[in-house]
C-alpha cells in the first residue's frame, strides 16, 4: 500500500466515524447536549438561582461523563426557564416558547397550568416537561439530573422571550 492509498483509507475510517457521531445527534429533544442522568449517579449538586435576567453562577464545570444534580431556584419576579442545550438547541426553543406566551401559557411572573395541559388540538400540550429543563415560577425550586455525556458546545439558557437575548445564559465549561 502506498502513503496516498494509506492517506485515503484513514480519510474514509474517520469520514464515517464523524457520519455516525452525527447521526447520533439527530435525536429529539436533548440530543447534543448529553442524557437525562439518574440522581444516584451525581456525585455533586449545584444550586442556581435566577433572577432578572440572569443566572448565579454565571457558568459552570463539569467533567465529561459527569452526572450533576441542579438545584434550581427561582429568585425573580418572572418566570424563568433552565434549560441544558446548544446554541441551536435554544433557538429552536424560544420559537416554541414564543407560543407559549402568545397562548397565555407564560403571563409574566405566571404559569397558566390549566393551558399548559389543553390538547393543542393535535394532541400536544405546552406542558414543558423535557428532561432537560425546568420552568419555574417565582419562588419555585426543581432539580434537574443532568448526564454529561459528551464535551459539546453546551450552554443553560432561559428562552422565556427577549431573555437570552438579555444575557440570560451561561456557559458548561469541560474540565
Ligand atoms: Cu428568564
Known sequence: MNASKVFLVAASMSM??????????????????GEPGKASEAAR?????????????????????ETVR????????????????TPSMHEGHQKEMMMMVEHGV???????????????GNGKTMKHDDPNSVLLEPGQSKE???????KGDIEFAC?????????????????
Open 16 to 33: 464515517s466515524a464523524a457520519a455516525i457521531a452525527a447521526g447520533a445527534h439527530g435525536g429529539g429533544h436533548g440530543a447534543g447536549s
Open 45 to 65: 449538586t449545584i444550586t442556581v438561582e435566577m433572577y432578572d435576567n440572569y443566572y448565579e453562577p454565571e457558568e459552570v464545570s463539569v467533567e465529561t461523563g
Open 70 to 85: 441542579f438545584v434550581v431556584k427561582n429568585e425573580g419576579s418572572l418566570v424563568h426557564e433552565f434549560n441544558i442545550g
Open 106 to 120: 407564560i403571563q409574566g411572573g405566571k404559569l397558566n397550568h390549566d393551558m399548559m395541559s389543553m390538547d393543542m
Open 144 to 150: 434537574v439530573v443532568w448526564k454529561f455525556t459528551e
Open 159 to 175: 428562552n422565556v422571550p427577549g431573555h437570552y437575548q438579555a444575557g440570560m445564559y451561561g456557559d458548561v465549561n469541560f474540565e
